[in-house]
């Protein structure tokens, strides 16, 4: 009666099933363990981000997690309780490594938060369904945990087959066989509500013939249905590890191999796990949420092996203390299977949503692993491997790092399946060389593509200042013509009218501008060798090359500035008259001012310098004192002067003509503040790191007003 | 609690080296019994020799090389080899060259070469190629007749002294191998004429070869054993076999000119070539494609060294010559990858 003709993976293993010692007695529930710890990231995709606080009461069936984005999954409180943490925990993961976990101490009550299945869910909307099983955090149970919304959001169009991953191929594990005894109705219904999603024209359950059990328990469902399911087939397929690999599984149904690279979906095929398959029920018909699976517990350490229907974040110490197992023969603890399982260090470990098993074993059940021997090249690894790859080629390129031949021999396609080294007679843990080559891969990867980037990025960047340095070659060039022209006419010109005393005093009234020109100059280095130094601390040498070139540009323009200095002084001291003369008390306010706004700019870096941590805070201070002393020196100048000059001339500076002046000044400073306050908000939306700086500014600038405020009060009055 | 943190599987199959070793040593007993049976107890006091110099020659290159030497010598590959050098010797080869082919396989041709798993050239062949090249005389001469051509068996004490001292006694029983005597005959006699001679069991028609025939199947038996038990897959033997029979058949078709098919396949070390020496995994292909080729290339350069070399038997030279392609094959009939299209050839290029 088995209509479909099935196909052989080439390569695949036997090994010892020692499934039915947990398949004795039917799937039961725990007592709620003290607390349950939820990672956030259970899935495959984004973390998604709680959305409770330490404190807070929780419903059952409430999330406390919400998903990032597509990709992504919700996560509910798996019972009712208190918030009791929201920190790092050691998490289910092969590294050990901890991530952050909600903890929730369960009040006992299981009050249940409202929840709303969809009613006549056969006729509702796909898109419906689909936003359904997303908002209640069904993802993949078979393993992998990927996000099933995200899965069964392909184009409908594009599925043909539908297959139900029922396989369960890794010795030990029965969690979903138990499930399909015991639940085969709902199954059926989860896999109606797929069908009527991504409408395939033909659904395969594909299953192990080693579950006789739950392939009668189908298709007794299946008659059930009879007269409602559409084109639903239980096939048993022969027992052969991994014959439960996504896919090896399409190999055996369809005869298709799925292209290196692509997804099932790109041969037509869209692959479930049959636990899936009832989570999709429960979610849609009653509106339950993702908050318990199947898990087995077995291994000959644990003292009742069987499976349970366990709440997501339960310990798995809760369960090993309630199956009565030997803590002093437990050796090995895995989650997951014998073959791709990893094991926990820490038997605080919560269970996931892809926790599909707990292994508690022996030393005698499962031994230490034996010394490596020498590969023979025996090619048992060869027939054994399901993806048809040369385990022992790819052996040789991981431990000599040869990545480039372990690429070309194809060791991306290989699925870790352990197949290889259950033959190996050396006892080499070739999978965990391919781990390695793979990681070594990866990181090979990440690392060309960053200094290609950075590659593409230094060549543009010289191309643009190329360019306009050859821009600003050009524009020196004419005016330097323009300038050369000016003077040829201004030399004619003085060759027409010699000796013009006149002319002589220009060089004077220039010597303040190129001071500045000199100050700004020094200023120039100055800041060009911070930002070496910064370049230089950041590693970036690209970078201090380019500015050890602007440095000694700024260092020619200082030395130039220096000599025109020089040359004016001299020319003035031919005059010493005429600089005198033009002290007047508004140049000396002007250098004041100048002071205080250098003061400001350097008290402005000192406060950057300390939030980011800098190490120059210490020549910054420096900078700042200088700065202090000059605007001091410039002041007492300024206040010696007018001393001087009211004492030579006796009469008081009536600020009479100044009112005016002085209205201007505090409706400026109005306009500063005013700026200063945009600036320091804008700085405050953007969060950026300059709005303590901003914030010292604008008092600054306040204080400023301030004062003109009272000069001007003072004047009036 | 201490938990052990192991990658997985977590699971492996109790079939270790030593276990494949020991499989292939115990699939040689059917052809060792027929060579005792027919040839004398000579060839189990070679294993003997070669079993202990392999075995001492082991250990102490492992010490020189610092490696633990009770782990190497208990995976049985030195004693495997050891063995299928003694067996493929002739049975009263003087002690002191199975002990020169010996030690040279086992510290030129395993070791110095990089050890178990890294030596391009299977070290039996390099062993008995070197003495088969260096002492000539010993190694066609010591081959002794099939026991029913001998009045007498050949007693353990002969077959000591004519191993271990005296030359003398050895002609009493030695005769040349039936590969060597029809070719040498074939020039001059016909096909008719040369089977008269008793080495091909004279007039009686039931069977061609005396005496080897039967050690020939002795070695099929354990071969198919191996194949069964998965130790290795058909694919070298069988083409092996059908590259050798082609040949045979096309060239070789008039045996009155050249040697026949039926002699070819079980009158020298074909068998024992085919199943065991050149199914040596560490020196031959692969891939199942490289090994067919692989196969084929022993087979093909075995009929050509009978036919017109000068060696009468060629199993060593032609498994040789056929190592030095293998990790070239390898690269060039690598399998197609699951949901690949088409199958890598050759290495990856640099750029």
Not at chain 1, 392 to 401: C, D, E, N, T
Request: charged share 20%; proline share 5%.
């Amino acid at each position: 009666m088995n209509l479909i003709t099935l196909h052989e993976f080439k390569g695949g293993i036997h090994p010892p099933e020692n499934k039915t010692q947990s398949t004795a007695s039917p799937i039961s529930s725990l007592k709620l363990p003290e607390t349950l710890t939820l990672p956030i990231a259970q899935h495959i995709g984004a973390q998604s981000k709680p959305v409770v606080s330490l404190g807070d009461m929780v419903l059952k069936g409430q999330v406390i997690a919400e998903a990032q984005g597509f990709v992504s999954a919700n996560l509910h409180a798996p019972t009712s309780g208190k918030i009791t943490a929201i920190e790092h925990r050691v998490i289910a993961h092969p590294s050990g490594m901890s991530d952050i976990c909600i903890e929730i101490q369960p009040d006992g009550l299981e009050n249940w938060a409202t929840i709303q299945g969809i009613e006549n869910y056969l006729e509702a909307e796909p898109k419906a369904l689909i936003e359904k099983i997303a908002a209640s955090g069904v993802t993949g149970l078979g393993g992998a945990g990927f996000p099933t919304h995200v899965k069964a959001s392909v184009e409908p169009s594009k599925i043909e087959t539908l297959i139900i991953n029922a396989a369960e191929c890794e010795p030990y594990i029965t969690a979903d066989d138990m499930l399909m005894r015991e639940q085969a109705n709902s199954i059926i219904k989860g896999i109606e509500i797929l069908q009527r999603i991504v409408q395939p024209k033909q659904c395969l359950i594909g299953i192990e013939d080693n579950k006789p059990e739950a392939i009668a328990a189908l298709e007794h469902a299946l008659k059930h249905f009879k007269d409602n399911t559409f084109n639903i087939h239980v096939v048993p397929i022969p027992t052969k590890y991994p014959s439960g690999g996504e896919k090896q599984l399409i190999e055996i149904l369809t005869g298709k191999e799925v292209p290196a690279g692509g997804l099932p979906s790109d041969i037509g095929i869209l692959c479930q796990n049959v636990g899936t398959c009832f989570a999709i029920y429960k979610a849609i018909s009653k509106g339950e949420p993702l908050i318990s699976r199947v898990t087995t517990v077995t291994g000959n350490a644990c003292g009742q092996p069987q499976n349970f229907e366990v709440l997501l974040g339960t310990p798995v110490s809760h369960l090993l203390r309630e199956t009565n197992t030997d803590s002093n023969q437990l050796n090995r603890l895995i989650m997951g299977g014998p073959m791709m399982g990893f094991t926990l260090e820490d038997a605080q470990t919560p269970i996931v949503k892809s926790t599909n098993c707990i292994i508690a074993s022996s030393q005698q059940e499962l031994p230490d692993p034996a010394y490596e021997q020498a590969c023979i090249r025996c090619g048992m690894c060869t027939e054994a491997c399901p993806a048809q790859l040369l385990p022992q080629q790819l052996y040789w390129f991981a431990k000599s790092s040869n990545l480039e031949q372990a690429t070309a021999h194809n060791i991306s396609d290989c699925i870790e399946c352990g197949a290889c080294a259950y033959v190996c007679p050396s006892s080499i843990p070739l999978v965990q060389y391919y781990r390695f080559a793979k990681g070594e891969i990866k990181q090979a990867n990440a690392d060309k593509l960053k200094s290609d980037r950075a590659k593409e990025r230094f060549e543009t960047r010289m191309a643009r200042q190329e360019r306009e340095a050859a821009e600003k070659e050009a524009k020196r060039k004419a005016r330097a013509e323009a300038a050369a022209k000016k003077q040829a006419e201004k030399k004619a010109a003085e060759a027409a009218a010699p000796a013009s005393s006149e002319a002589k005093a220009a060089p004077a009234a220039d010597l303040e501008l190129l001071q500045k020109k000199l100050d700004a100059a020094q200023n120039g280095v100055k800041k060009t060798k911070e930002k070496i130094a910064l370049a230089e601390e950041a590693g970036d040498t690209d970078k201090v090359e380019l500015l050890k070139g602007a440095l000694t540009k700024s260092q020619d323009k200082m030395k130039e500035a220096a000599k025109a200095i020089a040359s004016a002084k001299k020319a003035a001291k031919a005059e010493p008259a005429a600089a005198q003369i033009e002290m007047t008390p508004e140049r000396m306010e002007k250098k004041v001012e100048m002071a205080e706004s250098r003061l400001n700019t350097a008290q402005k870096r000192l406060a950057d310098a300390k939030e980011s941590n800098s190490e120059q805070v210490d020549a910054l201070t420096t900078a700042v004192e200088k700065q202090q002393e000059r605007v001091n020196e410039a002041k007492q100048a300024l206040t010696e002067f007018l001393n001087t000059l009211s004492n030579a001339t006796q009469l008081p500076a009536k600020p009479e003509v100044n009112l005016d002046q002085l209205k201007q000044k505090v409706l400026a400073a109005q306009t500063r503040v005013d700026k200063a306050l945009e600036r320091l908000n804008m700085a405050k939306e953007q969060g950026l790191e300059t709005v303590g700086a901003l914030q010292m500014g604008l008092d600054k600038q306040q204080a400023k007003l301030e004062e003109a405020k009272k000069a001007l009060q003072e004047a009036s009055a | 609690m201490k938990l052990l943190n192991i990658s997985s599987p977590h699971t492996t199959r109790a079939f270790s080296t030593a276990n494949v070793m020991q499989t292939v040593l115990l699939a040689l007993i059917p052809g060792i019994v027929a060579l005792t049976a027919f040839f004398g107890p000579g060839h189990l006091i070679q294993i003997v020799i070669a079993a202990c110099t392999a075995l001492v020659c082991e250990a102490l290159i492992l010490k020189i090389r610092k490696r633990p030497i009770g782990m190497y010598l208990k995976d049985y590959s030195a004693l495997l080899t050891a063995v299928l050098l003694a067996l493929s010797l002739p049975p009263y080869t003087p002690y002191w060259v199975t002990i020169i082919a010996t030690g040279f396989a086992i510290i030129v041709a395993k070791h110095l070469y990089g050890g178990l798993g890294q030596n391009p050239f299977n070290p039996a062949m390099v062993g008995f190629a070197l003495v088969l090249v260096s002492f000539p005389l010993p190694m066609t001469t010591s081959w002794s007749a099939p026991s029913p051509l001998l009045d007498n068996t050949i007693e353990l004490s002969q077959a000591l002294t004519a191993i271990f001292s005296s030359r003398e006694t050895i002609d009493a029983f030695t005769m040349a191998t039936p590969l060597d005597e029809y070719k040498h005959q074939v020039a001059v006699a016909t096909a008719d004429e040369i089977l008269m001679n008793p080495l091909f069991n004279g007039q009686d028609q039931s069977s061609i070869l005396l005496g080897w025939q039967w050690v020939s199947l002795g070695f099929l038996l354990g071969g198919i054993f191996l194949v069964w038990k998965k130790i290795f897959t058909w694919h070298i033997p069988v083409s092996f076999l059908v590259s050798l029979t082609l040949c045979s058949s096309i060239f070789g078709w008039d045996s009155d000119s050249y040697v026949p098919l039926t002699i070819h396949l079980l009158g020298g070390a074909t068998m024992l070539g085919a199943f065991f020496i050149a199914t040596d995994p560490v020196t031959a292909s692969t891939t199942h494609l490289g090994k067919l080729i692989y196969g084929a290339g022993i087979g093909i350069l075995i009929y050509v060294i009978r036919t017109w070399g000068s060696y009468p038997d060629a199993v060593a030279f032609a498994v040789l010559l056929m190592n030095f392609a293998a990790p070239f094959i390898d690269q060039y009939t690598q399998p197609r990858t699951y949901g690949h299209t088409k199958a890598v050839r050759g290495l990856a290029k640099k750029d």
